[in-house]
Each structure stands twice: as structure tokens, then as C-alpha cells.
């Protein structure tokens, strides 16, 4: 278990509409990372935020977006979703906001749309 | 643009039959390089950090190591259980923590 909480873990949905993953980082990490992984594209960074602030931002779609709450806890907002948004999410949350690759990611949440 | 490619993208292996995967990369000022085990249907858990070319870094039956242009990821007499994905990932110098990963190997071992 790597202390990283993901819901839902799995979500069906149909093009057009929008859905919000959430995550909650290990106790006392400050970073949040959320990545995507598809079968053809592997796993891909979307965005990190540091305390509540964006840190660095990745191939994240203009549909998509992020947010870290004062409880340091995330969420990803994907709208208009498409076919082609099917794809495990993953949140990884680390300590530091730098200078660290050691990541500790969550289960992931499936996102399936029809 | 930082890249990563990982070879093979798929291994079998007996049990203790040892081998090694490549992870190649280029990057514009290496920050750190690292190795990432996933299970089916879990996430990635972190195994090494390696930061400079002659770098090694061993964990039971994984050893580590780095040159300039690429790592390798040695398995020593692996069994079933060491039957996962084995993803590569770099950090540039790029602000932030992103990590770029590469597509990753698919290592069977049987009994």
C-alpha cells in the first residue's frame, strides 16, 4: 500500500460528459502528479501541483484540469470527454516539489468511455 | 524533447534464468534516472534512483546500473514473483518533477 488514495477506481461514462477523479496524497506530501497511462501511449505526465500551486504542467488537454485543495488533497476534472480519454489515471503524490523521482502512486482510477 | 525506450517489451524467462532489460534515453541534462516495477492493475512502485553514468544500485535479485546513454536492469535468478512490468523513467532539467517514462517491459518468469 503506498498511501496514495484514488476514487473512484473504476468509472464508465459517455462521450460528451464530465467526470472528476480524486486523490489524496501519503501523509505529509506536498507534491501531487497525475499521469495518464493508455495501452498505445504508456504512461504520460499531465500535471504536478506543489501546496496548492501548479507546478509543472505536461501534454495535459485544454479539457482537462486540475486543482490542489488546502487539505492538499487533488482532483482531475476531464469535460467533453471523447472516446479516446479511456485510459487508467494515475495520481502520485512525493514529498518534495523537485528534487526527488521517487514517486509513490496510487492504484489508479479506470476511466471507460462508451 | 527527453525520450526513453525500453527493450524488450516483452521477456520470458525460466525460473533462474537470469537476463538483463535496456532502457535508453536522451535527455538535456540528466537529473536522475529511474526504475519502476508495475502489477496488473496496480500502480507503479518505485525501486531505484540512479543519478550518475557507473551508478549501480541493488535490491535482492535487481541490480541497476548507468552509462551516459542508457541502464540496465539485471535479474539474478528470478522467480514467478519478480513477474511484472518493469518501466524506465528520466528527469530532466526541466523545473517541476516531471518524469518521462518509457513504454516499459513485460517480464514473465515461470516455474
Known amino acids: 500500500d503506498s498511501g496514495v488514495t484514488q476514487t473512484p477506481k473504476h468509472l464508465i461514462t459517455a462521450t460528451g460528459q464530465r467526470v472528476t477523479l480524486r486523490c489524496s496524497p501519503r501523509?505529509?506530501?506536498?507534491?501531487v502528479y497525475w499521469y495518464q497511462q493508455s495501452l498505445d501511449q504508456g504512461l504520460q505526465f499531465l500535471i504536478q501541483y506543489y501546496n496548492g500551486e501548479e507546478r509543472a504542467k505536461g501534454n495535459i488537454l485544454e479539457r482537462f484540469s486540475a486543482q490542489q485543495f488546502p487539505d492538499l488533497h487533488s482532483e482531475l476534472n476531464l469535460s467533453s470527454l471523447e472516446l479516446g480519454d479511456s485510459a487508467l489515471y494515475f495520481c502520485?503524490?512525493?514529498?518534495?516539489?523537485?528534487?526527488?523521482?521517487?514517486?509513490?502512486f496510487g492504484e489508479g482510477s479506470r476511466l471507460t468511455v462508451l | 524533447e527527453d525520450q526513453v525506450t525500453q527493450s524488450p517489451e516483452a521477456l520470458r524467462l525460466q525460473e533462474g534464468e537470469s537476463s538483463s532489460l535496456n532502457c535508453s534515453y536522451t535527455v538535456s541534462g540528466l537529473r536522475g534516472l529511474f526504475w519502476y516495477r508495475q502489477d496488473p492493475g496496480k500502480g507503479p512502485e518505485f525501486l531505484f534512483t540512479?543519478?550518475?553514468a557507473g551508478e549501480e544500485k541493488e535490491k535482492e535479485r535487481l541490480k541497476a546500473t548507468l552509462t551516459k546513454k542508457e541502464s540496465f536492469l539485471h535479474i539474478t535468478a528470478p522467480k514467478p514473483e519478480d513477474s511484472a512490468t518493469y518501466l524506465c523513467a528520466v528527469q530532466g532539467m526541466e523545473y517541476g518533477n516531471k518524469l518521462v517514462f518509457g513504454a516499459g517491459t513485460i517480464l514473465r518468469v515461470k516455474s
Open positions: 540512479l543519478y550518475s
Open positions: 502520485a503524490s512525493s514529498v518534495e516539489a523537485g528534487n526527488t523521482g521517487e514517486l509513490f
Open positions: 501523509s505529509g506530501d506536498l507534491s
